[in-house]
Each structure stands twice: as C-alpha cells, then as structure tokens.
C-alpha cells in the first residue's frame, strides 16, 4: 500500500500509530472520526478506543479505518457501510469479514485492503464504480475485486482506486471525470472494473488522490495524471493529463501522499531516496510547509500554489508522510510526528487553532513508527 500506514489524515483530521501499536487521533471530530467516543474536536492527540493492537491507520474526509496486527479491520467516523445515509461512529467498528488484509485504504466512504497474496477487496460507497466489482451498488462487506489481478501496493482516492501489480502495470477504476484514472477516452467517467493506465513506465507503488494520482515509476522518479487545478501533478504547470507526465525536478521518491478529501485545491508531497520531504500544489494555508510560488485558480476561486516540488522547511529527515484537505504531517526519523498547514480544527495538535507554515513537532512523549 502506499505510503499511509502509521499516519492517516483526513478532512482537518490528523491520526497516527504509536510504536506500542495503538492509535491516536486528533483535529476535527463532529462525525466521531476522533475514534474516542466523543464528537468534540481536540487539539492534542487522543487515544482511539480500540483495544487491538494496530498496525496501521487510513483516513479520508471524515472516514477513517484501521489495520490490527491480527489482519482484522475496524472503522469509525463515517463507516463505510455502503448506505444510503451516511453512518457515523464515534468508537471504532469491526468490519465483518473473513479475509485476513495485509493492508488497507481508505477512500471517500469507502475502503478497500490487500490480502497476503495481494488479491483486493472494497467495500462501502460505490457511485462510480470504485469497489471494482462491475457495477456501481453500494456493499456492506469487502467484496473481492473482479479479475483477480495480484497487486504489490493499492491506494484509494476519493472516488477512484489505483494499484500496481508485479512488473510495473498500473491499473485505475472508478471515477475518471477528471483523467483521474488514467483514460483518456472522451466520455468515459467512470471504470467498473481495473483497467490499464495509458502509460508504458514500470510503477512501483500508486497514491490515488481527488482528482488525480500519482506514482513512483521503477527507478524512482514520481509521475502524476489527472486534474491539475492547483498545480498537484507537480510539473511547472496547470495542464490536467490524462496519462503520466514526470514531476519536476528529477527527484528521487521513496513515498507519495496526495491529497484524498473533496477539495479542488489539493496538494501532494513525497519523501526521496534522502529522506527529505517535498510537497507541491495547493498552499493557501501553508499546507506544501513552503513559500507560495504562484497564483492559481482552483474552481474558480483565486488560490496560492506551488507547481514545482518545494522542500519542507525546518522538518529534517523523514520516514513517512500524508496530506489532509489543507494540511499535511510527516514522521521524522526520531519517531516524532511533524504537521503543518490548515488549523482550523485543530489538525496539527499544537492544542490551538493558528495556522501553522512550518512543521510544529507533537508531544515528545508518543513515538510513531
């Protein structure tokens, strides 16, 4: 799975996996996506209530699911169950299934995960085809992706799915309105079923966004496709594509993370072979941890972006990163969890709600692996 395993974010919702395997949530929790019972919002880290070990964490808006050791999943805020209302839980809920993941990931009030020989199974929210399983009604369970291709990493968008398989195929299902996975074939906006990307470069691992996705081709070079509103295909441009085009730079990437929440103005970031973190797109609250490069125009609305990937200043060596709405978090080698950006709830876990441009380091006493 992409690089969303011990730190998940969501719409003003920051969570993480401590090393002693349990998870803590803190930022915006009106849907209960907090996991602790409650639905007020906090500004500091607070203990999920889920008695399990855990081994990893993935949010999306307000949906956030996590992995326990054992291979079972439990969810909380909006729980993707498929229904027609959406139904929160503020403590986390076992999702009945037999399948034992291996990974999981989360999408728009939908999620799906891997299991040990990579065979893919969703579940929730199905309006655009995006539980791959041919049509387009909601599920209550995992259900088995059809084809039963054998993915090496698998990454939910807000309505679509990505995933490579053994020798660099990327293939893409769901929503396509906006290129996001990766057809170009005019009227063709949404995929039932896996379907190839156009692209003949080898992907190792796939992080599938709002409206576009991006990838870390063999070799390490990231590649980006689909809607480019506020420059987060990261390469000098506002141009949406339809296939892959190489970011910026020629930075090498270890991970990716992009932006999942319903929001036009989405960023990414991505950690290199050096452990430095890069973020572009989006940074009208701080969220690329850089200066704004340019003025962009997101749905209308004038916006600060970033086209080209800007280092993070003052964050240091990193080991993994994820983005929210409007902000983003990285855990630095030292185990410590950095956020910055958007505040407005309380996502950074500073314990106010100020706006942050540069990387705030939480509490020294939790350590994220």
Known sequence: MSART???????????????????????????????????????????????QIAAVSAAEASVCALTTTGS????????????????????SRVV???????????????????????????GANGFGQLGIG???????????????????????????????????????????FLESGISTRGVTKLLQPTPIETTVPMTSVTAGTTFSCAIAQGGLAYCWGGNFAAQLGDGTQKSRA???????????TALAATRSNSFAAHACGITTERVTYCWGANSQGETGGPAETTCISASIAAVCNTLPV?????????????GTAH??????????????????GE?????????????????HLHFH
């Open 97 to 123: 299934s037999p399948v034992q993941f291996v990974s999981l990931t989360v999408g728009g009030a939908f999620a799906c995960g891997l299991d040990k020989d990579g065979l893919a199974y969703c579940w």
């Open 135 to 177: 049509d387009t009604l909601p599920r209550s369970a995992p259900v088995a992706v059809v084809n039963r291709l054998k993915f090496t990493s698998l990454s939910a968008g807000y309505a679509h799915v990505c995933g490579t398989i053994a020798g660099g195929t990327t293939y893409c299902w769901g929503d396509n309105s």
């Open 6 to 52: 011990s730190i998940a974010l969501g719409s003003g919702l920051s969570c993480g996996v401590t090393t002693s395997h349990a998870a803590y949530c803190w930022g915006k929790n009106e849907s209960g996506q907090g996991g602790n019972g409650s639905t007020i919002s906090s500004g500091l880290p607070t203990l999920v209530s889920l008695t399990d």
């Open 328 to 345: 983003s978090c990285a855990i630095t080698a030292a185990g410590s969890m950095a956020c910055w950006g958007d505040n407005s709830f």
């Open 311 to 323: 280092v993070v200043r003052t964050l240091g060596s990193t080991l993994a990163v994820d983005v």
């Open 348 to 364: 950074i876990g500073d314990g106010t709600n100020v706006l942050q441009t540069k990387p705030f380091t939480l509490s020294s």
């Open 73 to 92: 999943v439990s969810c909380w805020g909006v729980v993707p169950d498929g229904q027609a209302a959406p139904t929160t839980r503020a403590t986390p």
């Open 243 to 253: 296939t892959p085009a190489p970011v910026a730079g020629g930075l090498h990437f």
